[in-house]
Structure formats: C-alpha cells, structure tokens
C-alpha cells in the first residue's frame, strides 16, 4: 500500500509519530490532516526526544516533504516556535486552506472548559473550528495576504486585554505571517501531483475515540482523526488512499474527562505510568490507565477502516504476572460488542476480560517476533485473533531500532 493513514485506535496518545517517524524512513511525503498542537507526538532518534505538537512526525528525515493540510487549525506562532528548535533542514508545506489560531480562541478556550469541562488542551482548537464552520474563521491565505494587518487588528479586538498587550501581540502575529509566508501554498494541488509517484504518509492527531462523529461525545475533540476524514482535509480522491495501520498501545490510556471501560488504578496503574511515561506530552497530565480494549480497537477498525495494527509499549507490560484483555462489555444484563452511542449507557458497561499470562523477561532488545517470550507471542496472537487483523508492526522501547516491522505496509 504506497498511501497509507497512521490511525490512533484508542484515546489518543498511542504512539502514532513513533510508527510515522519510523515509516517516514522510507515516505517521501507525510501529511498532517487534522487537529492542531493540542497533538503530541514524541520521537527518539539516537538518544534525543523531540517532542511535535504540529509538525509531521517525517520532519526528521531531510529527503521527506512535510505538509500540513486544509484540515487543520495552526496557532503560527507554536508553529514557529517548533521550526526554530528543530535545528536541521526540513521541507514543510502549509495549507493556504488551513485555518489559523488567534489569542482569542485560546482565551475562550479556557473560559469554556472552566464551565464544560470536557478536558480539553486550553489551545484553542474547538473556538477555532467553532469558528471556521461559523464562516469566521481566519485561513492561512489571508493571513500572509495584502488585508493581513487590517484582519489581524480586527481579531486582537476580541481580547480582554489592555491596548499596549494587543500591539504587541499584532507585532508578533505580523512576524509570524513574514516567517509562514514562504512555506504556504495549495497543498491539495502538491499532492495530488506526487500521490500516484510517491510514498504517502498521512498522521493524525489523537485517536479515533476521540473523533467528533464517532467518539465519547461530548468528551471528543474538535475534528475527525479517522482514515475516513483524510480526503476531505487534504484535498485528495477518497480512493487515492490505499488502507490505514492503526496504533494502539499493548494497553489503553486517556486522558481528560470520559467514560474508560478498562480504567484500572493503586500500584498497577501507578507503575505503568511511570514505566510508560504516561504523562500528556501538550499538558504533562497524567494519563488514566487501562487494560487493552479490544471492543475499542474492534469499533476503530469498523469507522476508521484499519488494514494493520502496531502495537507499541510492549515493554511496559514486562514484570506483570496476568495481563487482562476487553473481549466484550455486558449492559443491563446483555452482552454487546459495539461502543454505545448513548454516553450513559457507555458509562455502566461492564467489561468482561480474558486473562492471559504475563512474561517477566527484558524484551527491549528483541530485534524479531520470533526472539519474544511465549507468553507475548500469544498476547500479540490473542490481539490478531480477536480483531482480525495483523500485527505488522511492535515496538519495545522508544527507539527507531526497537520498532520490529514483521511485514511491510509502505
């Protein structure tokens, strides 16, 4: 499959710019379709992190064209900020479609979780896209274009500020849009010129529990990170894209408010968080911990159309003597296999586990599937079997070299 969606399965937080980094090795393209730099998307390469809220997890490979499509919302300065820390040479491409984030969004966005709470990133994100489907929004055309300090004046009204912090934020936006102005162009254009030629990647943000459409509603976020939602957010023919790898960890975290089936807590929980590093990379939040859901990568493989599964943080799981698996929910009595759309009802499912045995051995220097402990050959067998769909890809610790591919999917 030459094009080809990096799908969160989960809550997000799966590990999706791990699997793209490691992808991009051998893309030539990789896009940013959605969401805006409420993402995190972590990345070891010899030892260093870098941590991306905007950028494409294929930054990282010089020879990679980077773009962030029409779908997504960018605060310019973030964006900056990110491209002058990266100290290497990149190629980005912004969309002149995409919409952009103003002070205002971010300050109406704490304002709304204050009287909400659904446990959002305070960035700004859903006012922005409150504000493009409202048709008040602000695209990146306009703000590099002829008009731009007229509308930037214009939006700097909108904040509760005094006039001496306004000018100074109108000269910071000013300078933003001198340093964007370069990389922005009609993206849709550029890649349907290359898609029939080149290796495509596409990366979301979150994951698809989160999805606006099919996710917990109210507790979403603001856009679609689907397979699905692709082709209307880059520009291109839904049958230009060829399938989708969904990343899921070998357990289940999220973060914010909502119901979690699986949520377990004391030491377990506490231990996989620190072993995982289980804190927001945008928030530093502590993240929940859960058993792996199987209903759920079950549900994301229906509405997001999962050709593969990636499993990551395998190594976590080593040193836990049984480890627990979702198969099905019981509601009222019934078994169901399917996330309700009624948010009530999703809070009173009960799971049911299967319970496998855990493995006790150092895993972080396997390099084949073939070298695992039994007992996590049969995890990753038990995951295979009950959704369906092949594990191509699992990883056992942060590094590029401690993510096996046992079949290629690019």
């Not at 499959?1 to 980094?21: F, H, L, R």
């Not at 493995?359 to 009950?386: G, H, M, Q, R």
Request: glycine share 8%; charged share 25%; with cysteine.
């Amino acid at each position: 499959m030459k094009n080809i969606v990096v799908v969160g399965s989960q809550w997000g937080d799966e590990g999706k710019g791990k699997i793209t980094d490691f992808l991009a090795q051998d893309a030539d393209i990789v896009v940013r379709y959605q969401g805006g730099n409420n993402a995190g998307h972590t990345v070891y390469v010899d030892g260093v992190k870098y941590a991306f809220h905007l950028l494409p997890s294929g930054i990282l490979n010089p020879k990679c064209m980077n773009v962030l499509a029409n779908g997504m919302v960018i605060h310019p300065g973030a964006l900056m900020t990110e491209l002058k820390q990266l100290n290497r040479p990149y190629q980005l491409f912004i969309s002149d479609r995409s919409h952009v984030i103003f002070p205002h969004h971010i300050e109406m966005d704490i304002e709304n979780e204050i009287q909400d709470k659904i446990g959002t990133t305070k960035k700004g994100i859903g006012p922005a896209y409150s504000d493009k489907s409202r048709r008040k929004g602000v695209r990146m055309i306009d703000f590099i274009g002829r008009d731009r300090l007229s509308i930037i004046r214009e939006k700097m009204e909108l904040l509760k500020v005094s006039q001496e912090e306004k000018e100074i934020l109108i000269k910071d936006y000013l300078a933003y849009s001198d340093f964007l102005k370069p990389m922005v162009t009609d993206t849709s254009r550029l890649l349907n010129e290359h898609i029939h030629t080149k290796k495509v990647l596409f990366e979301g943000a979150q994951g698809v529990m989160l999805c606006l459409d099919h996710g917990t509603y109210p507790f979403v976020t603001s856009s679609s990170p689907t397979a699905a939602s692709v082709p209307l957010n880059t520009g291109l023919a839904p049958w230009l894209i060829k399938g989708a790898i969904g990343v899921t960890k070998a357990y289940t975290t999220r973060v914010g408010e909502g119901p979690f089936p699986s949520e377990i807590s004391g030491t377990l929980a506490h231990e996989i968080r620190e072993r995982g590093h289980e804190y927001g990379t945008t928030t530093k939040r502590p993240r929940r911990i859960g058993w792996l859901d199987l209903v759920v990568i079950n549900y994301a493989k229906r509405v997001s159309g999962l050709s593969y599964l990636a499993v990551t943080l395998l190594d976590v799981l080593s040193g836990v003597e049984s480890i627990n698996v979702v198969t099905h929910y019981e509601l009222d009595g019934k078994r169901i296999d399917d996330i309700p759309a009624d948010f009530n009802d999703f809070k009173r499912v009960e799971p049911v586990y299967l319970t496998l045995k855990g493995w006790n051995e150092d895993i972080t220097k396997v390099t084949s599937f073939d070298e695992l402990p039994d007992a996590c050959k049969a995890y990753l067998n038990t995951i295979e079997k009950l959704t369906a769909t092949e594990v191509a890809i699992f990883s056992v610790g942060p590094e590029r070299n401690q993510t096996i591919l046992r079949k290629s999917v690019l």
